[in-house]
């Protein structure tokens, strides 16, 4: 059984917030004064990027306070996480939406790459009836190598298709109160993955409501599919993995603030 210190998810041994909220000025490049337009994003939470290549190897959940895939997150910013997420291929990192259809786009397009290594795992987050159905198509659309569904229905969601998945979690809705539909579509889920031999993660809620449905749950409760993290390299490899992106992503940022200036 993992050892889940410090983190807020049953299913990660450690959670990684690399974005924090920001008030800005789009038009200039500074805290904005009274009677500026402000604007709320995300940007990279610098004190924290370094964080995974200190760590010994671990599942992580990456952005717990924030939806990377949601319109307050530059595309750029996902990019450097995707890139830092590359270089520290000695963990597992787990990254879950409720963004679908920007996540099909970003998998297809520039985060192409970072679909196709086993140690990224791309998820959503299926919670209503009226979204569960696009979400998990636009995920088996972008096809990444380790596509994985988090089951915490707030009602009903129907029969669903997890075909594809390679992961499922089975979650409860915070506060762990749920409806009679709800309640069955943890069942049904469950009864889906299990059929399709998708390893599945069991939160102590679910585990509590699958007991109420009347199933025996011997056994596992805590599946997950493979590879899990492999041995990190020495110290000194890490730091320089960490160094090269810090300079790309300097470069970049250069870069940036130069095609700003110019227009």
Same mark, same amino acid.
Request: hydrophobic share 45%; proline share 6%; net charge neutral.
């Given at each position: 059984?993992?050892?889940h210190?410090?983190?807020?998810?049953?299913?990660?041994?450690?959670?990684?917030?690399p974005?924090?909220?920001?008030?800005?000025?789009?038009?200039?490049?500074?805290?904005?004064?009274e009677?500026?337009?402000?604007?709320?994003?995300?940007?990279?939470?610098?004190?924290?990027?370094?964080?995974p290549?200190?760590?010994?190897? #671990?599942?992580?959940?990456?952005?717990?306070?924030?939806?990377?895939?949601?319109?307050?997150?530059?595309?750029?910013?996902?990019?450097?996480?995707?890139?830092?997420?590359?270089?520290?291929?000695?963990?597992?990192?787990?990254?879950?939406?409720?963004?679908?259809?920007?996540?099909?786009?970003?998998?297809?397009?520039?985060l192409? #790459?970072?679909?196709?290594?086993?140690?990224?795992?791309?998820?959503?987050?299926?919670?209503?009836?009226?979204?569960?159905?696009?979400?998990?198509?636009?995920?088996?659309?972008?096809?990444?190598?380790?596509?994985?569904?988090?089951?915490?229905?707030?009602?009903?969601?129907?029969?669903?298709?997890?075909?594809?998945?390679?992961?499922?979690?089975?979650?409860?809705?915070?506060?762990?109160?749920?409806?009679?539909t709800?309640?069955?579509?943890?069942?049904?889920?469950?009864?889906?993955?299990?059929?399709?031999?998708?390893?599945?993660?069991?939160?102590?809620?679910?585990q509590?409501?699958?007991?109420?449905?009347?199933?025996?749950?011997a056994?596992?409760?805590? #599946?997950?599919?493979?590879?899990?993290?492999?041995?990190?390299?020495?110290?000194?490899?890490?730091?320089?993995?960490?160094?090269?992106?810090?300079?790309?992503?300097?470069?970049?940022s250069?870069?940036?603030?130069?095609?700003?200036?110019?227009?």
């Amino acid at each position: 059984m993992l050892q889940h210190q410090h983190c807020r998810v049953a299913w990660a041994e450690s959670v990684w917030n690399p974005v924090v909220r920001h008030v800005f000025c789009p038009r200039q490049r500074y805290l904005p004064a009274e009677g500026d337009e402000a604007t709320d994003a995300f940007v990279l939470a610098h004190t924290v990027l370094d964080r995974p290549f200190h760590w010994a190897p #671990r599942g992580i959940h990456v952005s717990y306070e924030c939806d990377l895939f949601a319109d307050s997150v530059a595309a750029a910013v996902v990019e450097s996480i995707a890139n830092l997420m590359l270089s520290a291929d000695w963990h597992v990192f787990m990254v879950m939406t409720t963004s679908g259809p920007r996540l099909k786009r970003m998998l297809g397009g520039s985060l192409l #790459r970072a679909t196709r290594t086993p140690h990224i795992w791309w998820g959503v987050e299926v919670t209503h009836s009226l979204t569960a159905g696009d979400l998990l198509h636009n995920l088996r659309d972008a096809a990444p190598l380790v596509p994985f569904a988090l089951i915490r229905p707030h009602e009903g969601l129907g029969r669903l298709s997890l075909n594809a998945m390679r992961w499922v979690i089975l979650d409860t809705p915070a506060g762990g109160v749920m409806t009679t539909t709800a309640l069955a579509s943890v069942h049904s889920a469950y009864e889906e993955a299990r059929s399709a031999g998708i390893p599945i993660f069991l939160t102590k809620g679910a585990q509590q409501a699958l007991v109420a449905c009347g199933e025996d749950l011997a056994g596992e409760f805590e #599946r997950y599919p493979a590879p899990r993290p492999k041995s990190a390299p020495e110290l000194s490899e890490r730091l320089r993995r960490l160094g090269t992106f810090l300079l790309n992503h300097e470069q970049r940022s250069h870069e940036s603030i130069l095609s700003h200036i110019r227009c």
